[in-house]
């Protein structure tokens, strides 16, 4: 397998077991190479613990390191609690994205999310 140097992940670890995870996938272009986009996951055991929070910190640092000033990332319009923490780290809503996902056969909208550091 080749490295891609676009993407970027980290895991948290507790005990041996994945807990969470984060990947930043960069802009493959020089007028997109600023920005990223981030995909986070938090077992369901060790959510509300600060997981996710510590892995976001951690890809703010990077981040600024490689020259990434835009963040992006969907999140599920029902889903309030991902909304809330994502608005907490200081992403912004930009807009809608209608019917962009099926889930049990029925659209679902999800949220454009964008920070800028």
């Keep these: ?9 980290l895991v948290a670890v507790e005990n041996k ?4 995870f984060i990947a930043v996938l960069r802009g493959k272009l020089k007028r997109n190479s600023h920005s990223a986009y981030l995909v986070l996951g938090v077992d369901n055991n060790y959510r509300g613990q600060g997981v996710a929070s510590a892995l976001f910190e951690e890809v703010f640092s990077w ?7 835009r963040l992006e990332l ?4 029902h889903n309030h609690p ?3 923490l994502y608005s907490k780290r200081g992403f912004i809503l930009e807009g809608e994205k ?16 964008y920070k800028l550091l």
């Design 17 to 20: 077991t994945l807990v969470g």
């Design 1 to 9: 397998m080749k490295a891609d140097p676009s993407a970027h992940f």
């Design 98 to 113: 209608v019917h962009s996902l099926m889930i049990d056969g029925k659209p679902v909208n999800e949220y454009y999310m």
């Design 63 to 69: 981040s600024q390191i490689q020259g990434i000033s």
């Design 82 to 84: 991902a909304f809330n």
């Design 74 to 77: 969907t999140v599920i319009k």
